[in-house]
């Protein structure tokens, strides 16, 4: 499902490297994606190179920067690049090309996994699309390039316990704003353990402007804590306007489960189908790693 509420997100200036890439390592292809959707909504430029608007090979020249490679300037330049790689082996982080003008590979974008891309268009800005899209991408697909590798060796590393960090309220809702592009408005809102001081302050207020996180029974946001997957579900059906539904197939939701409609909400909207014991986990903290994957079964 699309999301509803895409907006600008402002970003600071910044310079974009002209250097040929070689076949780097980056810390984690999240972080690309992480990223790359920090500049959904960024107005497209034909030949700009900055946030005041960018074009296609300029926007995944600067996420690539950011994230430590360098790519050429042009969609032609970087086809030129790495290794080619086939449509189903697509792997997040791959350069994706088109052939939009009818002369050849002349529009790129990053793959991030499930059929989906994000890029510049020419009408929307930088947008997330669907390469399988029948009324336009789909026809116009040409190929990808893998031009760099995502830390495999590093990450397989690493024990399992240091892999696993849980989402903080605070972390949900700076990830839920930035992925639907929401600011504050100034809305007279106040909780006491909320200052301009305290991480994600402008984030975890818009997120409450906007209905979708509330304060406990004292008024508290409690931002450094933990979010169940319970509370998850009832932040994603606000957030994306989910319709709910009383029908869960999971053995440890009752019908009177305070969150039965929330988590029937993400099950109907093929967001998650639980665990393979049959259980959604209703107590279980929700790990960071896990919130991009929620996200992306939500566009």
């Given at each position: 499902?699309k999301l509803?509420?895409l907006?600008?997100?402002?970003?600071?200036?910044?310079?974009?490297?002209?250097?040929?890439?070689?076949?780097?390592?980056?810390?984690?292809?999240?972080?690309?994606?992480?990223?790359?959707?920090n500049?959904?909504?960024?107005?497209?430029?034909?030949?700009?190179?900055?946030?005041?608007?960018?074009?296609?090979s300029?926007?995944?020249?600067?996420?690539?920067?950011?994230?430590?490679?360098?790519?050429?300037?042009?969609?032609?330049?970087?086809?030129?690049?790495?290794?080619?790689?086939?449509?189903?082996?697509l792997?997040?982080?791959?350069?994706?090309?088109?052939?939009?003008s009818?002369?050849?590979?002349?529009?790129?974008?990053?793959?991030?996994?499930?059929?989906?891309?994000?890029?510049?268009?020419?009408s929307?800005?930088?947008?997330i699309?669907?390469?399988n899209?029948?009324?336009?991408w789909?026809?116009?697909?040409?190929?990808?390039?893998?031009?760099?590798?995502?830390?495999?060796?590093?990450?397989?590393?690493?024990?399992?316990?240091?892999?696993?960090?849980?989402?903080?309220?605070?972390?949900?809702?700076?990830?839920?704003?930035?992925?639907?592009?929401?600011?504050?408005?100034?809305?007279?809102l106040?909780?006491?353990?909320?200052?301009?001081?305290?991480?994600?302050?402008?984030?975890i207020?818009?997120?409450?402007?906007?209905?979708?996180?509330?304060?406990?029974?004292?008024?508290?946001?409690?931002?450094?804590?933990?979010?169940?997957?319970?509370?998850?579900?009832?932040?994603?059906?606000?957030?994306?306007?989910?319709?709910?539904?009383n029908?869960?197939?999971?053995?440890?939701?009752?019908?009177?489960?305070?969150?039965?409609?929330?988590?029937?909400?993400?099950?109907?909207?093929?967001?998650?189908?639980?665990?393979?014991?049959?259980?959604?986990g209703?107590?279980?903290k929700?790990?960071?790693?896990?919130?991009?994957?929620?996200?992306?079964?939500?566009?």
């Open positions: 499902m509803k509420r907006v600008a997100f402002g970003i600071a200036s910044l310079l974009i490297s002209t250097s040929v890439p070689s076949m780097a390592s980056a810390s984690s292809a999240s972080d690309l994606v992480s990223t790359a959707k500049y959904i909504g960024t107005p497209y430029r034909y030949g700009g190179t900055t946030t005041a608007g960018i074009d296609c300029a926007y995944t020249q600067l996420v690539f920067k950011k994230s430590g490679k360098s790519l050429p300037r042009t969609a032609g330049q970087q086809y030129n690049q790495g290794k080619a790689v086939s449509k189903s082996n792997t997040t982080g791959d350069l994706v090309f088109f052939n939009t009818g002369r050849g590979v002349s529009h790129v974008g990053i793959y991030i996994g499930s059929s989906k891309f994000i890029h510049a268009s020419t929307k800005g930088v947008t699309s669907s390469l899209d029948p009324y336009y789909k026809s116009r697909y040409v190929g990808a390039k893998r031009t760099a590798t995502f830390g495999e060796t590093v990450v397989a590393s690493k024990p399992a316990a240091q892999a696993v960090r849980y989402a903080t309220r605070g972390e949900i809702a700076n990830i839920v704003v930035k992925t639907l592009g929401l600011h504050r408005t100034g809305s007279d106040n909780f006491p353990d909320v200052t301009a001081k305290t991480p994600y302050y402008n984030e207020m818009a997120a409450a402007e906007a209905g979708i996180f509330s304060g406990n029974s004292d008024g508290r946001f409690n931002p450094n804590d933990q979010l169940t997957r319970s509370q998850m579900a009832v932040v994603l059906t606000r957030a994306f306007n989910l319709p709910t539904s029908d869960v197939p999971f053995k440890d939701v009752p019908a009177d489960y305070w969150a039965v409609s929330q988590i029937g909400a993400l099950y109907a909207n093929n967001v998650t189908s639980g665990y393979t014991d049959g259980n959604f209703v107590d279980d929700v790990k960071i790693q896990d919130m991009q994957r929620f996200l992306d079964n939500l566009k």
